[in-house]
């Protein structure tokens, strides 16, 4: 667990990194490669975390026994985590304490889209919500700033907002 910042601890462990890129843009492309590896008797893939190993296979509504990780469940994991480090961030270089903050990311999909019952269901997420559960002394003003600063710099939000090129391809 690393120690937390205040907002000058921060402003000037980012201020190098910001000058880098400002001169240099092409050092601030960085690129995240993940590998699940699929297991042989059953039809679950692992996938290396910093928390470890995590086994992901059929969610209930698709066959599976709930006792694997759902795929939806690790995407909408991912946004929550990037919201609250995200928001934890734009909290301290404002100068925002909270005495409780808790993202909660939902989101809803048709099961029968990725099993093909219906050609009509989409397939994936339809819907995706964040709610943000902060007790703090801040006003109002302060906390739709944060949140609306929030979703501007969340990677991951802004990526499934904007959603990316995505290539299938044999290796």
């Known amino acids: 667990m690393t120690e937390p910042l205040d907002a000058a601890a921060l402003r000037a462990l980012q201020r190098p990194l910001k000058e880098r890129y400002k001169e240099d843009p092409a050092t601030a492309l960085v690129t995240n490669s993940v590998t699940a ?17 995590v086994q992901a296979g059929l969610h209930p509504a698709t066959g599976g026994d709930g ?25 301290t270089a404002l100068g925002v304490t909270f005495d409780k903050a808790e993202v909660t990311v939902t989101g809803t999909w048709d099961a ?13 997420l339809t819907d995706i919500a964040l709610s943000f559960d902060l007790a703090t002394d801040a006003d109002d003003a302060t906390v739709t700033k944060l949140l609306e600063l929030t979703e501007r710099y969340c990677v991951i939000a802004q990526t ?9 391809a044999r290796a």
């Open 67 to 91: 006792s694997e990780a759902c795929s939806a469940d690790l995407l909408l994991n991912a946004l929550a985590a990037c919201a609250g480090v995200t928001l934890r961030s734009v909290a």
């Open 37 to 53: 590896t699929l297991l042989e008797d059953s039809i679950s893939a692992v996938v290396p975390t910093w928390a470890g190993d």
């Open 112 to 124: 029968r889209g990725t099993l093909g019952v219906a050609k009509d269901a989409p397939v994936g």
């Open 160 to 168: 499934l907002a904007a959603a990316p090129e995505v290539t299938f």
